[in-house]
């Protein structure tokens, strides 16, 4: 019972560059979020995914890209990385059910550091 | 509109001391509220959440909360803190769809 995996767990960029963030989970939940992490804003979301198919923006979307062509996968574009982006960024699913809304499964996080 | 706000960035509790975390909140509909828990170098974990019913929620080790609408609060309190409390707590509520608004989070030491 792996939860929610993501993958790389560090990464430093150039700027310009691109690069992918995968999220995978094995808990058939319906709901996935991107978020990023800074020191003293909380969490942040960035997109998510409420099935297969679809995305929405969320509090802070540019610069970012996200596709969810399979029910378990979120991935997490940066197109052309800026320094801006450099933060710990978040994955998260959850179900359809209402009553647990709110109640979010994380991954560990990813560090990314643009130069 | 849903925010959070938690007061302190920074806490520091000697092992054995009582531990506060407050938060308030403002909601448009009856929130759900839920405290996260980060450990250094990991994701973030449930601690515990306010739905709806008793006012006062039990979280995982040791943990508790209070809901107070006249008061928008959902404090967090541990009675005894222990080393391993040392982390990062946020404070979050729902949106009116279910996605979590965060406060910016309370570092806590915890000094033998």
């Known amino acids: 019972n792996a939860g929610v995996t993501q993958t790389p767990k560090f990464r430093v960029l150039k700027t310009g560059q691109s690069m992918t963030l995968l999220c995978a989970q094995d808990?058939?939940?319906?709901?996935m979020y991107w978020y990023r992490q800074d020191p003293g804003m909380g969490l942040r979301l960035i997109h998510y995914s409420v099935g297969e198919g679809t995305t929405a923006k969320g509090e802070v979307p540019d610069g970012y890209n996200v596709s969810r062509l399979k029910k378990q996968n979120f991935l997490l574009g940066l197109e052309s990385a800026a320094p801006s982006q450099t933060s710990v960024y978040f994955c998260?699913?959850?179900?359809?059910?209402?009553?647990?809304?709110?109640?979010?499964?994380f991954g560990s996080g990813t560090r990314l550091t643009v130069v | 509109a849903q925010s959070v706000t938690q007061l302190g960035s920074h806490v520091s509790v000697s092992e054995g001391a009582l531990v506060l975390l407050r938060c308030n909140y403002s909601?448009?509909?009856?929130?759900?509220l839920f405290w996260y828990v980060q450990y250094p170098n990991q994701g973030l974990q449930l601690l515990l959440k306010?739905?709806?019913?008793?006012?006062l929620v039990k979280g995982i080790n040791g943990f508790e909360a209070e809901f107070k609408k006249s008061e928008t609060s959902f404090h967090l309190t541990k009675p005894s803190a222990h080393m391993s409390d040392a982390a990062e707590y946020f404070c979050a509520v729902t949106d009116s769809w279910g996605k979590l608004q965060f406060g910016a989070g309370t570092q806590v030491v915890v000094t033998p």
């Open positions: 998260a699913s959850s179900t359809l059910n209402f009553l647990d809304r709110g109640s979010y499964t």
């Open positions: 306010y739905t709806t019913g008793a006012t």
């Open positions: 909601s448009s509909v009856p929130p759900y």
């Open positions: 808990m058939n939940h319906e709901y």
